[in-house]
DNA sequence: CAGTCACATGACCACCTGGTCATATTGTAT
DNA sequence: ATACAATATGACCAGGTGGTCATGTGACTG
């Protein structure tokens, strides 16, 4: 947590240094980032960052907070229908939700990406015995009850996919803005829908195909 | 490419200071690496390290040579069959032969895997200056090949696939050394299987799940 | 023996890092 | 005007970085 100083302080001034902060982790992963930039751009001096904050972590774990608060607004409304609508509709709306998250808060995408990287360094677990919520953790209750409603097959690894539907939302993301554009458009949302419609044939009942309902048969080998 | 130096080295020398590298380069990015601490591990002096190499990137980039050559040793016997075997099944054995070598070198799968999240890094570029080949493009092409045999639908966004596909080997690679087991066994070739199965059920004919044969119906949306 | 060449060495360089702290400036309440 | 606390500041610190270079060592050659 940032020292009151920092909230204290008029929102111009505030939002300059959040602003040349999220420039700086953005652009480079959490050890590369450096306080000296962040102060340079943010027009202050390095004595008054230590004002604000108690060290180069703390500023970044707040950033991380306020991440998390925006994402969840995006994320809601998809949240909202969660009990009444179908697993791959649920996911594709999710999805969309994700993406245009990220479209629309390219330097919040950033820094997550980098983040999702950087297993096996020091700042990693420190951010995850922070509380930050497990994406996988979430998408394997998600698809336990799509297997449950029969929506998905019972014989997927739950582990594997789970893992990789949390993986691949990022990556989608990296895709479309490398690749394709970097607004949110029609272009975005058909991407989403071929890759939910590539899952729906992959994970769903067999001959689940495209938007038919789902079956219950089963089809082993 | 390091100096004449360094390939006059003794043998035994020279894999020191090869064995050292590669611990520090797999042990954080490239541009946390350090020089100081591979010296002291090899039991070298600093001046000694610039005899061998021109730089850091040069050893750097020495090192990716290797490992794609080492690496080209595990693909070989799966892409000597690639014009005579089926689609899925040559991916399987591509996908099984990459896993096996990040297994048996998991020095080499972190740097990789550094590498594939260093993209916007400087020394990225420079990478792929060298002359890296990109995956992608390889099953951007083994893709198309396979859907004008009828063994993949005509419908699948090629170009999101092929980047998919490229990813999903590292990204199963780390799923499985993470969260299953760090050896080559039966466990790691059955994630495997499952997961060309799931692709298959993605990306084949409707009704192409399991085993069964390809079909050359189309059936679009 | 001297001469030459390949290699080894660590002190040294300029530069950068996150973080500190004595001091100066400001705002406010009396 | 005075006092007091809140805030601003940049020189400074110890420790790191990649890279250099004068000097030294040892082996081979004439």
């Known amino acids: 947590m940032p020292k009151d100083t920092f909230f204290n302080l008029p929102e111009d001034k505030r939002t300059q240094v959040i602003e040349a902060a999220?420039?700086?982790?953005?652009?480079?992963?959490?050890a590369?980032?450096?306080?000296?930039?962040?102060?340079?751009?943010?027009?202050?001096?390095?004595?008054?960052?230590?004002?604000?904050?108690?060290?180069?972590?703390?500023?970044?774990?707040?950033?991380l907070e306020r991440m998390g608060e925006e994402k969840m607004t995006y994320l809601?409304?998809?949240?909202?229908?969660?009990?009444?609508?179908?697993?791959?509709?649920?996911?594709h709306d999710l999805y969309a939700a994700g993406l245009r998250f990220g479209m629309e808060n390219p330097r919040y995408a950033a820094i997550g990406e980098?983040?999702?990287?950087?297993?096996?360094?020091?700042?990693y677990e420190r951010v995850l015995r922070?509380?930050?919520?497990?994406?996988?953790?979430?998408?394997?209750?998600?698809?336990?009850?799509?297997?449950?409603?029969?929506?998905?097959?019972?014989?997927?690894?739950?582990?594997?996919?789970?893992?990789?539907?949390?993986?691949?939302?990022?990556?989608?993301?990296t895709y479309h803005t490398e690749r394709v554009?970097?607004?949110?458009?029609?272009?975005?949302?058909?991407?989403?829908?071929?890759?939910?419609d590539f899952l729906r044939r992959g994970l769903g009942p067999t001959s689940n195909a495209s938007h038919s309902l789902p079956q219950n048969k089963e089809n082993k080998a």
């Open 114 to 123: 980098h983040l999702l990287r950087a297993r096996n360094t020091p700042i």
């Open 76 to 91: 809601a409304p998809a949240f909202a229908q969660a009990e009444t609508v179908d697993f791959f509709t649920l996911l």
């Open 22 to 30: 999220l420039d700086e982790f953005a652009a480079v992963p959490y």
């Open 130 to 173: 922070g509380g930050a919520a497990t994406t996988q953790a979430f998408f394997r209750d998600l698809l336990y009850k799509a297997i449950e409603r029969g929506q998905v097959r019972s014989d997927v690894d739950l582990d594997l996919m789970s893992y990789l539907m949390g993986e691949l939302n990022a990556l989608i993301l």
């Open 181 to 196: 554009a970097a607004t949110y458009d029609d272009r975005l949302l058909a991407t989403v829908d071929r890759f939910i």
């Open 32 to 63: 590369q980032a450096s306080v000296n930039r962040i102060v340079a751009r943010a027009g202050i001096s390095k004595g008054s960052f230590y004002q604000y904050f108690h060290s180069k972590e703390d500023l970044f774990l707040y950033l």
